[in-house]
């Protein structure tokens, strides 16, 4: 099955990533208290979700600990792919988004983690973006959904 395994947001740029139990995302406007959150956003800014495993393989491979939060983006799942899910829609609890594009790394993140190779080894693993469709609450644990 494949779930949620933590949710962050930060109230405003360049903060760090706070952990949540839960977040709660409306439609076309992001998560409620992130720094993204806003009337009509840009589907490209309203939620971003990526692999617990492709963080858990970058700190193994370099010998880091990062948290999953560390890597700026609001879902961190457990147990499915994502790269293969570009245009489909999914349910997470009980809220639904559609999945926009791929997420790419950025020069930010290597600043923050002070890690030249963010850019490299996250090039195809940096997760995804995502519109939200249905506002809702995702809880950690809440099992994700692929609907078409």
Known sequence: MSKILKLGLASNN?????????IKVEENKGVV????????????????LIESENID????????????????RNVVTKGIKLNNLVGKSLQIGNAQIEVID?????????????QDNILKEFLRRGGLRCKILKSSIITVGDEIKVLK
Do not use: A, T
Not at 58 to 65: E, F, Q, V
């Open 14 to 22: 360049n903060e760090k990533i706070e952990e949540m139990d839960s």
């Open 33 to 48: 208290g992130d720094r993204h959150f806003k009337d009509q956003n840009d589907p490209y800014c309203q939620l971003s």
């Open 57 to 72: 393989y970058y700190n193994i491979k370099y010998g880091l600990n990062f948290r999953y939060v560390d890597f700026r």
């Open 102 to 114: 791929l997420c790419r790394p950025c020069k930010h993140l290597s600043q923050i983690l002070d």
